[in-house]
């Protein structure tokens, strides 16, 4: 049942340097990357997905994780996260000194095989000794569920398979569970029968937002979810990004446009959009990319 309050307060979740840059054509100088998170970190998130520990073979843009772990200046008050697929995966972050991980599920069978070459089932199992070695290693463990609101490949996906997934991450130790819209079909009636249905298995302020804008739905579908009750979201600086295995998907919903979006609500998040924007349009530029940040833009032309 929507609670129709809005939070006073959100918590966003950086996506760029790993959602971003995985599926960007080019690959960026590992520099490059380790000054946009320190940008990133300078316009006041806390929380910031880095990098991930996955085959260089599958994903080529992320075959420097453990060098861009090992260049960042790390400010004190912000958590630094990294996906880990698996145990390799796991290993190669803890040495590399990571603060999280986040392991990451479909609700999608096609989806799951595509995209770790395994079935959910299996996936399930591979995650609870990964989430057992963080445990012992005291690093928390996100856990993300793809293909919420509609799979590339099998199309229509119930709230109930996304339901179970996200239940059986929790009950597994997972201490957040990211909801990704992977390729941002969903609506926002859509958005909220989902969290209707999750909430039931997660409770609420465990759940974050994980929306990507290829529908150009994503902030009507966050605004939903806003007032079902969740109060964490997941974001792009300058909608960086796309999905290997879905086909003109774009990127997360861009993180200056939430944040304008959360300003004008009166709710807190923290950055400071001025810096923000500018470095959506400085990674842009690096990038040889159109800024997909309408306020970024919209910004950039009022200097
Ligand atoms: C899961 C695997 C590894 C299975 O891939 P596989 O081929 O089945 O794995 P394998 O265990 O058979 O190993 C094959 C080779 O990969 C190596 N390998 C194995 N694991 C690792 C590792 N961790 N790090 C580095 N290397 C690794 C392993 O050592 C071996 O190397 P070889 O002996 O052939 O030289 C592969 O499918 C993979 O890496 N997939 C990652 C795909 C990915 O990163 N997708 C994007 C992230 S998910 C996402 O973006 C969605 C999300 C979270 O944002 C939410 C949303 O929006 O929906």
């Known amino acids: 049942m929507s609670s129709n309050h809005l939070p006073s307060r959100v918590k966003l979740v950086e996506m760029g340097p790993r959602d971003g840059l995985q599926n960007e054509p080019q690959t ?19 929380h910031i997905e880095a990098t991930s520990f996955v085959s260089p073979r599958w ?6 994780a453990a060098a861009v772990m090992a260049q960042l200046k790390r400010a004190p008050d912000v958590t630094y996260r990294a996906l880990t697929p698996n145990l390799k ?17 479909a609700a999608s069978e096609t989806f799951s095989q595509r995209n770790i070459n395994c079935s959910v089932h299996q996936s399930l199992a591979r995650f609870e000794t990964v989430i057992e070695r963080a445990q012992q290693a005291n690093v ?11 799979c590339p490949y099998e199309g229509h996906i119930t709230p109930q398979q996304v339901a179970d997934v996200s239940d059986a991450l929790y009950r597994m130790g997972c201490y957040e ?23 039931q298995k997660v409770p ?3 759940l974050a937002a994980h929306f990507h804008d290829t529908y150009g739905q994503a902030l009507a579908n966050l ?9 964490i979201i997941d974001a792009s600086v300058a909608g960086l990004g796309g999905c290997p295995y879905a086909k003109g998907a774009s990127g997360n919903v861009a993180t200056e446009d939430v944040v304008y979006m959360l300003e004008g609500l009166g709710i807190e998040s923290g950055l400071n ?14 990038l040889g990319r159109v800024n997909q940040s309408k306020v970024g833009q919209a910004l950039s032309t009022q200097k």
């Open 28 to 46: 960026l100088a590992t520099g490059l990357k380790v000054a946009l998170i320190e940008r990133l970190a300078k316009a006041g998130h806390q």
């Open 59 to 64: 994903v080529p843009q992320m075959a420097d």
């Open 89 to 105: 995966g796991l290993e190669g972050a803890l040495a590399a000194g990571v603060d999280e991980v986040a392991v990451f599920a």
């Open 140 to 150: 928390r463990v996100r856990g993300y569920v793809s293909t919420v609101m509609g």
């Open 177 to 199: 569970i990211s909801l990704g819209d992977t390729i941002g079909t969903g609506t926002p009636r859509q958005a909220k029968k989902l969290i209707e249905a999750v909430s």
């Open 204 to 206: 609420m302020e465990k």
């Open 223 to 231: 605004y939903a979810v806003l007032e079902e009750g969740v109060a």
């Open 273 to 286: 959009l001025p810096v923000l924007a500018s470095t959506g349009v400085w990674i842009s530029a690096q």
